[in-house]
């Protein structure tokens, strides 16, 4: 029962995280229970190689006191821009990456896994706003068969690994309101996927556009009430 107050930010550097961290702390007057960032599978400088798990931003966040929440993206951040999806790697190759257990996707999964392990508390939600249309916002958005079948592999790969302390989130885009066929649902010709049970937490991200971009004014209720009273009967 309760609430976690947490902080999110741009930036996955341990010194920005640092500067979001101590700008809420003297805003609000309280240390932030969880700290949210983004952390990208590549970068420029190494498009085949996943990012290693970014220990001393953890270990920034864990001197707090405070719950670390990655948003792991399978993307090399940067690159995109609306309307036009990236050159590079897609959900269908990182879904038979993991299904057969080779190449460097897989290889940096599992090191990903390893990193993580006991480490106390962690937060992962992977490849966020999936619910998107198309690929209007993320290059991984509108293929819930493809999201179904890796989300249910990343998460097999790391209770095989022990990653046990890994906290799962789901974290879908209210605008949407398809969400639930990205956790179970079942494709032609194969078997179907339900990943309700490996769900630890839902989570949601609400936008209130206005004043501009053609949007009336919504307060909290509005953005975030249809989306709550559906996951909670969900």
């Keep these: 029962d309760g609430a976690l107050i947490g902080v999110a930010g741009e930036g996955s550097s341990g010194p920005t995280i640092e500067q979001n961290a101590s700008r809420f702390e003297a805003t609000t007057g309280r240390a932030p229970a969880i700290v949210n960032f983004f952390w990208s599978w590549w970068t420029a400088a190494d498009r085949n190689n996943l990012q290693a798990a970014p220990q001393d931003v953890l270990a920034s966040i864990r001197r707090r006191g405070a719950i670390p929440f990655i948003k792991w993206e399978p993307w090399v951040p940067g690159e995109y821009r609306r309307g036009r999806r990236v050159t590079g790697i897609t959900l269908p190759q990182i879904r038979t990456a993991l299904e057969t257990r080779s190449g460097p996707i897989y290889q940096g999964v599992v090191a990903f896994a390893r990193a993580l392990r006991g480490q106390g508390p962690v937060m992962l939600s992977f490849a966020h706003e999936m619910n998107s249309k198309g690929d209007v916002v993320y290059p991984w958005a509108g293929e819930p068969g493809n999201f179904r079948a890796v989300y249910k592999l990343l998460r097999e790969i790391f209770d ?39 769900i630890d937490w839902m989570a949601v991200n609400g936008y209130n556009f206005s004043p501009g971009n053609f949007s009336d004014w919504r307060d909290a209720e509005e953005i975030f009430r249809p989306f709550y009273n559906r996951a909670r009967h969900f």
Excluded: H
């Design 160 to 198: 095989r690994e022990g990653a046990t302390n890994v906290t799962w989130v789901m974290d879908f885009n209210e605008n949407e309101p398809n969400w639930e066929i990205y956790i179970r649902g079942q494709e032609a010709g194969r078997v179907a996927i339900d990943n309700s049970s490996l």
